[in-house]
């Protein structure tokens, strides 16, 4: 079993949809969590990180469940822009330095 | 702006021929890391730098090695590329200090597509 796990997708969603992702993790031990977004061919960049209470910045909402070791990212009103490809992130915590956890991502392509 | 910068983006070498990708940063960060991205596949960590310290992730190849002069550079060494060593490379940096407000985020260089022929 993977360490992170998402379903590649893709999701086809048109304009202004709300569309969430979750993403499950297998390490209780895990800390820290982030949402990534990565374009075709580009690098991945920073969407969000996840705290435990949960967090919004703007249209997106990622919540976090550690007794169902689960992460979600919502994003309302999607936009064209908003295809790309989400990858779920976690890092342990734990003695020592700890890497990060990539997940595979889940595919989004909004359409018109 | 403080960013990671990675040279070249394009990068074509014959099998078997050395090859070097290089990244710089501006952010300070005392981690740097190295990964390997190959289509539809997660980033996949070769290693990183703990300010001076290299880690050697356990499953890396001998063929890769790293080499960091300072805080800002980070090399990546391929003595000798095969086929199945054509990818992104991808160089990213971390501030990695306890209590931080943000901690442990990673921010990624725009990579280097290594052809491999």
């Known amino acids: 079993r993977k360490e992170v796990e998402q379903d590649p997708g893709p999701f086809n969603v048109p304009e202004g949809a709300t569309v969430a992702f979750n993403c499950t993790y297998s390490n209780s031990a895990s800390q820290s969590f982030f949402w990534y977004r990565q374009d075709c061919r580009k690098e991945p960049k920073l969407l969000m990180s996840v705290y435990s209470s949960g967090n919004e910045d703007g249209r997106f909402t990622a919540q976090l469940n550690r007794a169902s070791q689960y992460i979600s990212l919502l994003i309302r009103d999607s936009k064209l822009s908003d295809s790309a490809t989400y990858l779920c992130?976690?890092?342990?915590?734990?003695?020592?330095?700890?890497?990060?956890?990539f997940g595979t991502g889940t595919r989004l392509l909004v359409s018109p | 702006d403080a960013m990671v910068i990675q040279n070249p983006r394009y990068q074509v070498t014959q099998f078997g021929k050395p090859v070097t990708l290089s990244c710089s940063q501006t952010?300070?960060?005392?981690?740097m890391y190295w990964y390997q991205q190959k289509s539809s596949q997660a980033p996949k960590l070769l290693f990183h730098y703990y300010d001076k310290d290299f880690n050697n992730e356990a499953d890396t190849p001998d063929n890769f090695q790293s080499r960091r002069p300072n805080t800002s550079f980070c090399f990546l060494d391929i003595r000798s590329p095969g086929l199945g060593d054509a990818a992104m490379y991808l160089c990213a940096t971390s501030r990695d200090v306890i209590n931080r407000p943000r901690p442990y985020e990673q921010y990624f260089g725009p990579g280097t597509r290594l052809t491999v022929t």
């Open positions: 992130v976690v890092r342990r915590t734990g003695t020592g330095f700890q890497k990060l956890v």
């Open positions: 952010l300070n960060h005392n981690v």
